[in-house]
């Protein structure tokens, strides 16, 4: 069937359907906004980007877990509170140092905090994560095919790093130094760190990381890091027991 228009309808038809536009004019009916703006489902609105972000983040966040923090959880609300101001705005997010004795949670809870972060969908998510015994022995000469020099320069630009384990090393002018370096350079340039420690930044009459790594390192950690303490036993012991 062919399709009628206005103008088959005749001149009187035509007339008719023309008075009442002028009609619905006359009384202030006029057509309404169209709102054709994409829904959450679909490209072009934010939340659909967010996601395709996160989903792109928590896959980068599983290739650099190890298997056995694969289901970590940020649970610890300083920790939370954290991971969700590095994904708001990294550069003023500060660092975080996690304290506590062995088997607290404290490499648990970093994890956790990665895999927040990813899950929010940041625009940019660049990750390493790395023990200080390993740091010291892939900056040590001949400790990377790379050169020392540029293996320290990949660790101070990354934009979220996770130093594990700082202060256990046995301090020397070389740890000191190394560790100076890295310190400095990412609280120049603003990005972010997350760092783990048995030791508290400072103690009366017991080893703290001052003792450790040298005042000048602390006095940089201590302007724009946050602590977050985790008490509580050895968890690894209760699961073995």
Do not use: F
């Not at 009628?4 to 006029?30: F, Y």
């Not at 940041?122 to 050169?147: C, F, N, Q, W």
């Not at 005042?215 to 302007?223: G, K, T």
Request: neutral net charge; contains cysteine; proline residues 7%.
């Amino acid at each position: 069937m062919e399709p009628t228009t206005a103008g088959s309808l005749g001149p009187s038809a035509l007339a008719n359907l023309m008075d009442g536009i002028r009609q619905k004019q006359e009384q202030g009916v006029t057509a309404g906004p169209i709102d054709d703006r994409p829904s959450p489902d679909e490209p072009g609105h934010p939340e659909y980007h967010r996601r395709r972000r996160a989903e792109w983040a928590l896959k980068r966040w599983e290739v650099a877990t190890p298997p056995r923090y694969r289901r970590a959880d940020a649970t610890v609300p300083g920790v939370q509170q954290w991971a969700d101001d590095v994904a708001a705005d990294p550069d003023t997010a500060g660092s975080l140092l996690l304290t506590g004795t062995t088997g607290t949670g404290k490499t648990y809870q970093a994890y956790g905090a990665l895999r927040r972060i990813a899950a929010a969908g940041p625009h940019v998510y660049e990750i390493r994560a790395i023990t200080a015994a390993d740091m010291y022995g892939l900056l040590r000469p001949k400790g990377s095919d790379r050169g020392t020099e540029e293996e320290l320069r990949r660790l101070v630009r990354v934009p979220l790093l996770v130093l594990d384990d700082l202060g256990s090393a046995k301090a020397s002018e070389w740890t000191e130094e190394v560790t100076y370096r890295l310190i400095n350079e990412r609280y120049n340039a603003c990005r972010p760190t997350l760092y783990t420690s048995n030791l508290p930044a400072r103690a009366q009459n017991a080893p703290d990381l001052t003792s450790a790594l040298g005042e000048r390192i602390v006095s940089r950690l201590s302007e724009d890091t946050r602590v977050v303490a985790m008490t509580g036993t050895d968890r690894r012991r209760e699961r073995a027991a």
